[in-house]
């Protein structure tokens, strides 16, 4: 089921915003964001986590409707398309502008392979296809829109997809960002999102480059993360040095974050803690990497505490977490893993 909402607005753009997955019926994604705009926006979530599949007539229709209305203000009727998401909204909106070749692209975080390990489609009960990708033909017009793809390549499915982006989708634009999968609400925080958004006029490029978060990887490297984090979310145990070989490994928090897991996996505890410990007090001290986003930075210590605890250390794992709550706000994943410790943490009502 498709639920939409429709935005007028008088600057001749038309928004398509696909939601991301688990947005609850009568909510959209990213709705925020485009709350104070002039554009026209037409909000699309697919309800049933499908990531916007079979739903090709459905997009279709919105999309005709909402360009037959007019515009807030007479004469302001939108005449230029714009497919905007982030993560299945990205994938929707990635779909929706390759089959009809009429709008220009912003998509964060895309899957062009969907029900991959580890990947946020399959945990989301999208299964792989099989295909080696799962985008529909490239309407012919698609040569003359603008295809803009975001990657976070501190995650191993988007620096897998960034890759895969290279190979299957030349004509796009590709923005490898010192970032995370939730690299759409890191730019939001940093206020680049409202720079491109504003009139969809500005270089994202030049905004990306302002704050640093512009990378320029080795698609190879790239391929390795993504693959050695498939394989360990299948189960196997990769060597660390697999991943500290590769040229990108420590300016890649994302890779050295891997890398301990394959060090925890094989029972080398120690080695472990140390590698996250120092890669959260090098974030800390980076003017890049400071700015990550706070729910994927608090991943790191809250991996520390677990490794303790399951190691049978409880007293180092309550001292981890008891540290944890001094630099981010309790919430109920923290108050949940106090709960194994014996700590009673309480989360602070706003």
């Given amino acids: 089921m ?13 928004v398509v915003v696909f939601s991301q997955v688990r947005i609850p019926a009568g909510k959209f994604g990213l709705e ?9 926006c037409l909000f699309l979530n697919d309800l049933s986590g499908g990531w916007y599949r079979g739903l090709d007539e459905t997009i279709d229709a919105a ?18 398309i714009i497919y905007y998401g982030s993560s299945m909204g990205g994938y929707g909106a990635l779909r929706t502008a ?7 692209l912003h998509a964060f975080g895309t899957e062009l392979c969907l029900g991959r390990p580890g990947s946020r489609s399959l945990a989301a009960g999208v299964t792989a296809s099989g295909l080696a990708h799962d985008l529909p033909e490239a309407h012919p017009d698609t040569a003359r829109r603008t295809l803009r793809l975001y990657f976070g390549c501190f995650d191993g499915t988007d620096a897998l997809n960034a890759a895969r982006a290279a190979d299957l989708l030349p004509q796009a634009l590709l923005h490898c960002l010192a970032s995370t999968h939730g690299s759409h609400d890191h730019l939001y925080t940093l206020n680049l999102i409202r720079r491109i958004t504003g009139t ?4 994202p490029e030049t905004e990306l480059a302002s704050k640093g978060l512009i990378l320029h990887p080795s698609l190879a490297a790239l391929t390795d993360f993504g693959q050695l984090f498939e394989r360990f979310a299948t189960g196997e145990c990769p060597a660390p040095e697999t991943l500290s070989a590769l040229p990108e490994f420590d300016r890649n928090p994302g890779m050295r974050a891997l890398a301990a897991e394959f060090e925890a996996r094989a029972g080398q505890t120690e080695a472990a803690l140390c590698r996250l410990e120092l890669l959260e007090r090098e974030i800390d001290a980076d003017p890049v990497w400071q700015g990550l986003p706070k729910r994927w930075r608090k ?4 991996r520390r505490v677990e490794i303790l605890r399951d190691s049978g250390d409880p007293v180092r794992a ?33």
Avoid: E, Y
């Fill in 2 to 14: 498709l639920d939409q909402r429709w935005h007028p607005g008088d600057s001749g753009i038309l």
């Fill in 32 to 40: 925020r964001l485009f709350q104070r705009t002039r554009h026209s």
């Fill in 63 to 80: 999309v005709s409707n909402a360009l037959a209305r007019p515009g807030s203000r007479p004469g302001t009727a939108p005449t230029r």
């Fill in 98 to 104: 390759l089959r009809r070749g009429d709008g220009d």
């Fill in 200 to 203: 969809f006029q500005r270089d």
């Fill in 299 to 302: 991943k790191l210590p809250l």
């Fill in 318 to 350: 309550r001292a981890a977490l008891q540290a944890a709550c001094t630099t981010f706000p309790v919430d109920d994943q923290m108050v949940a893993l106090g709960a194994t410790l014996g700590l009673a943490l309480h989360v602070k009502s706003s």
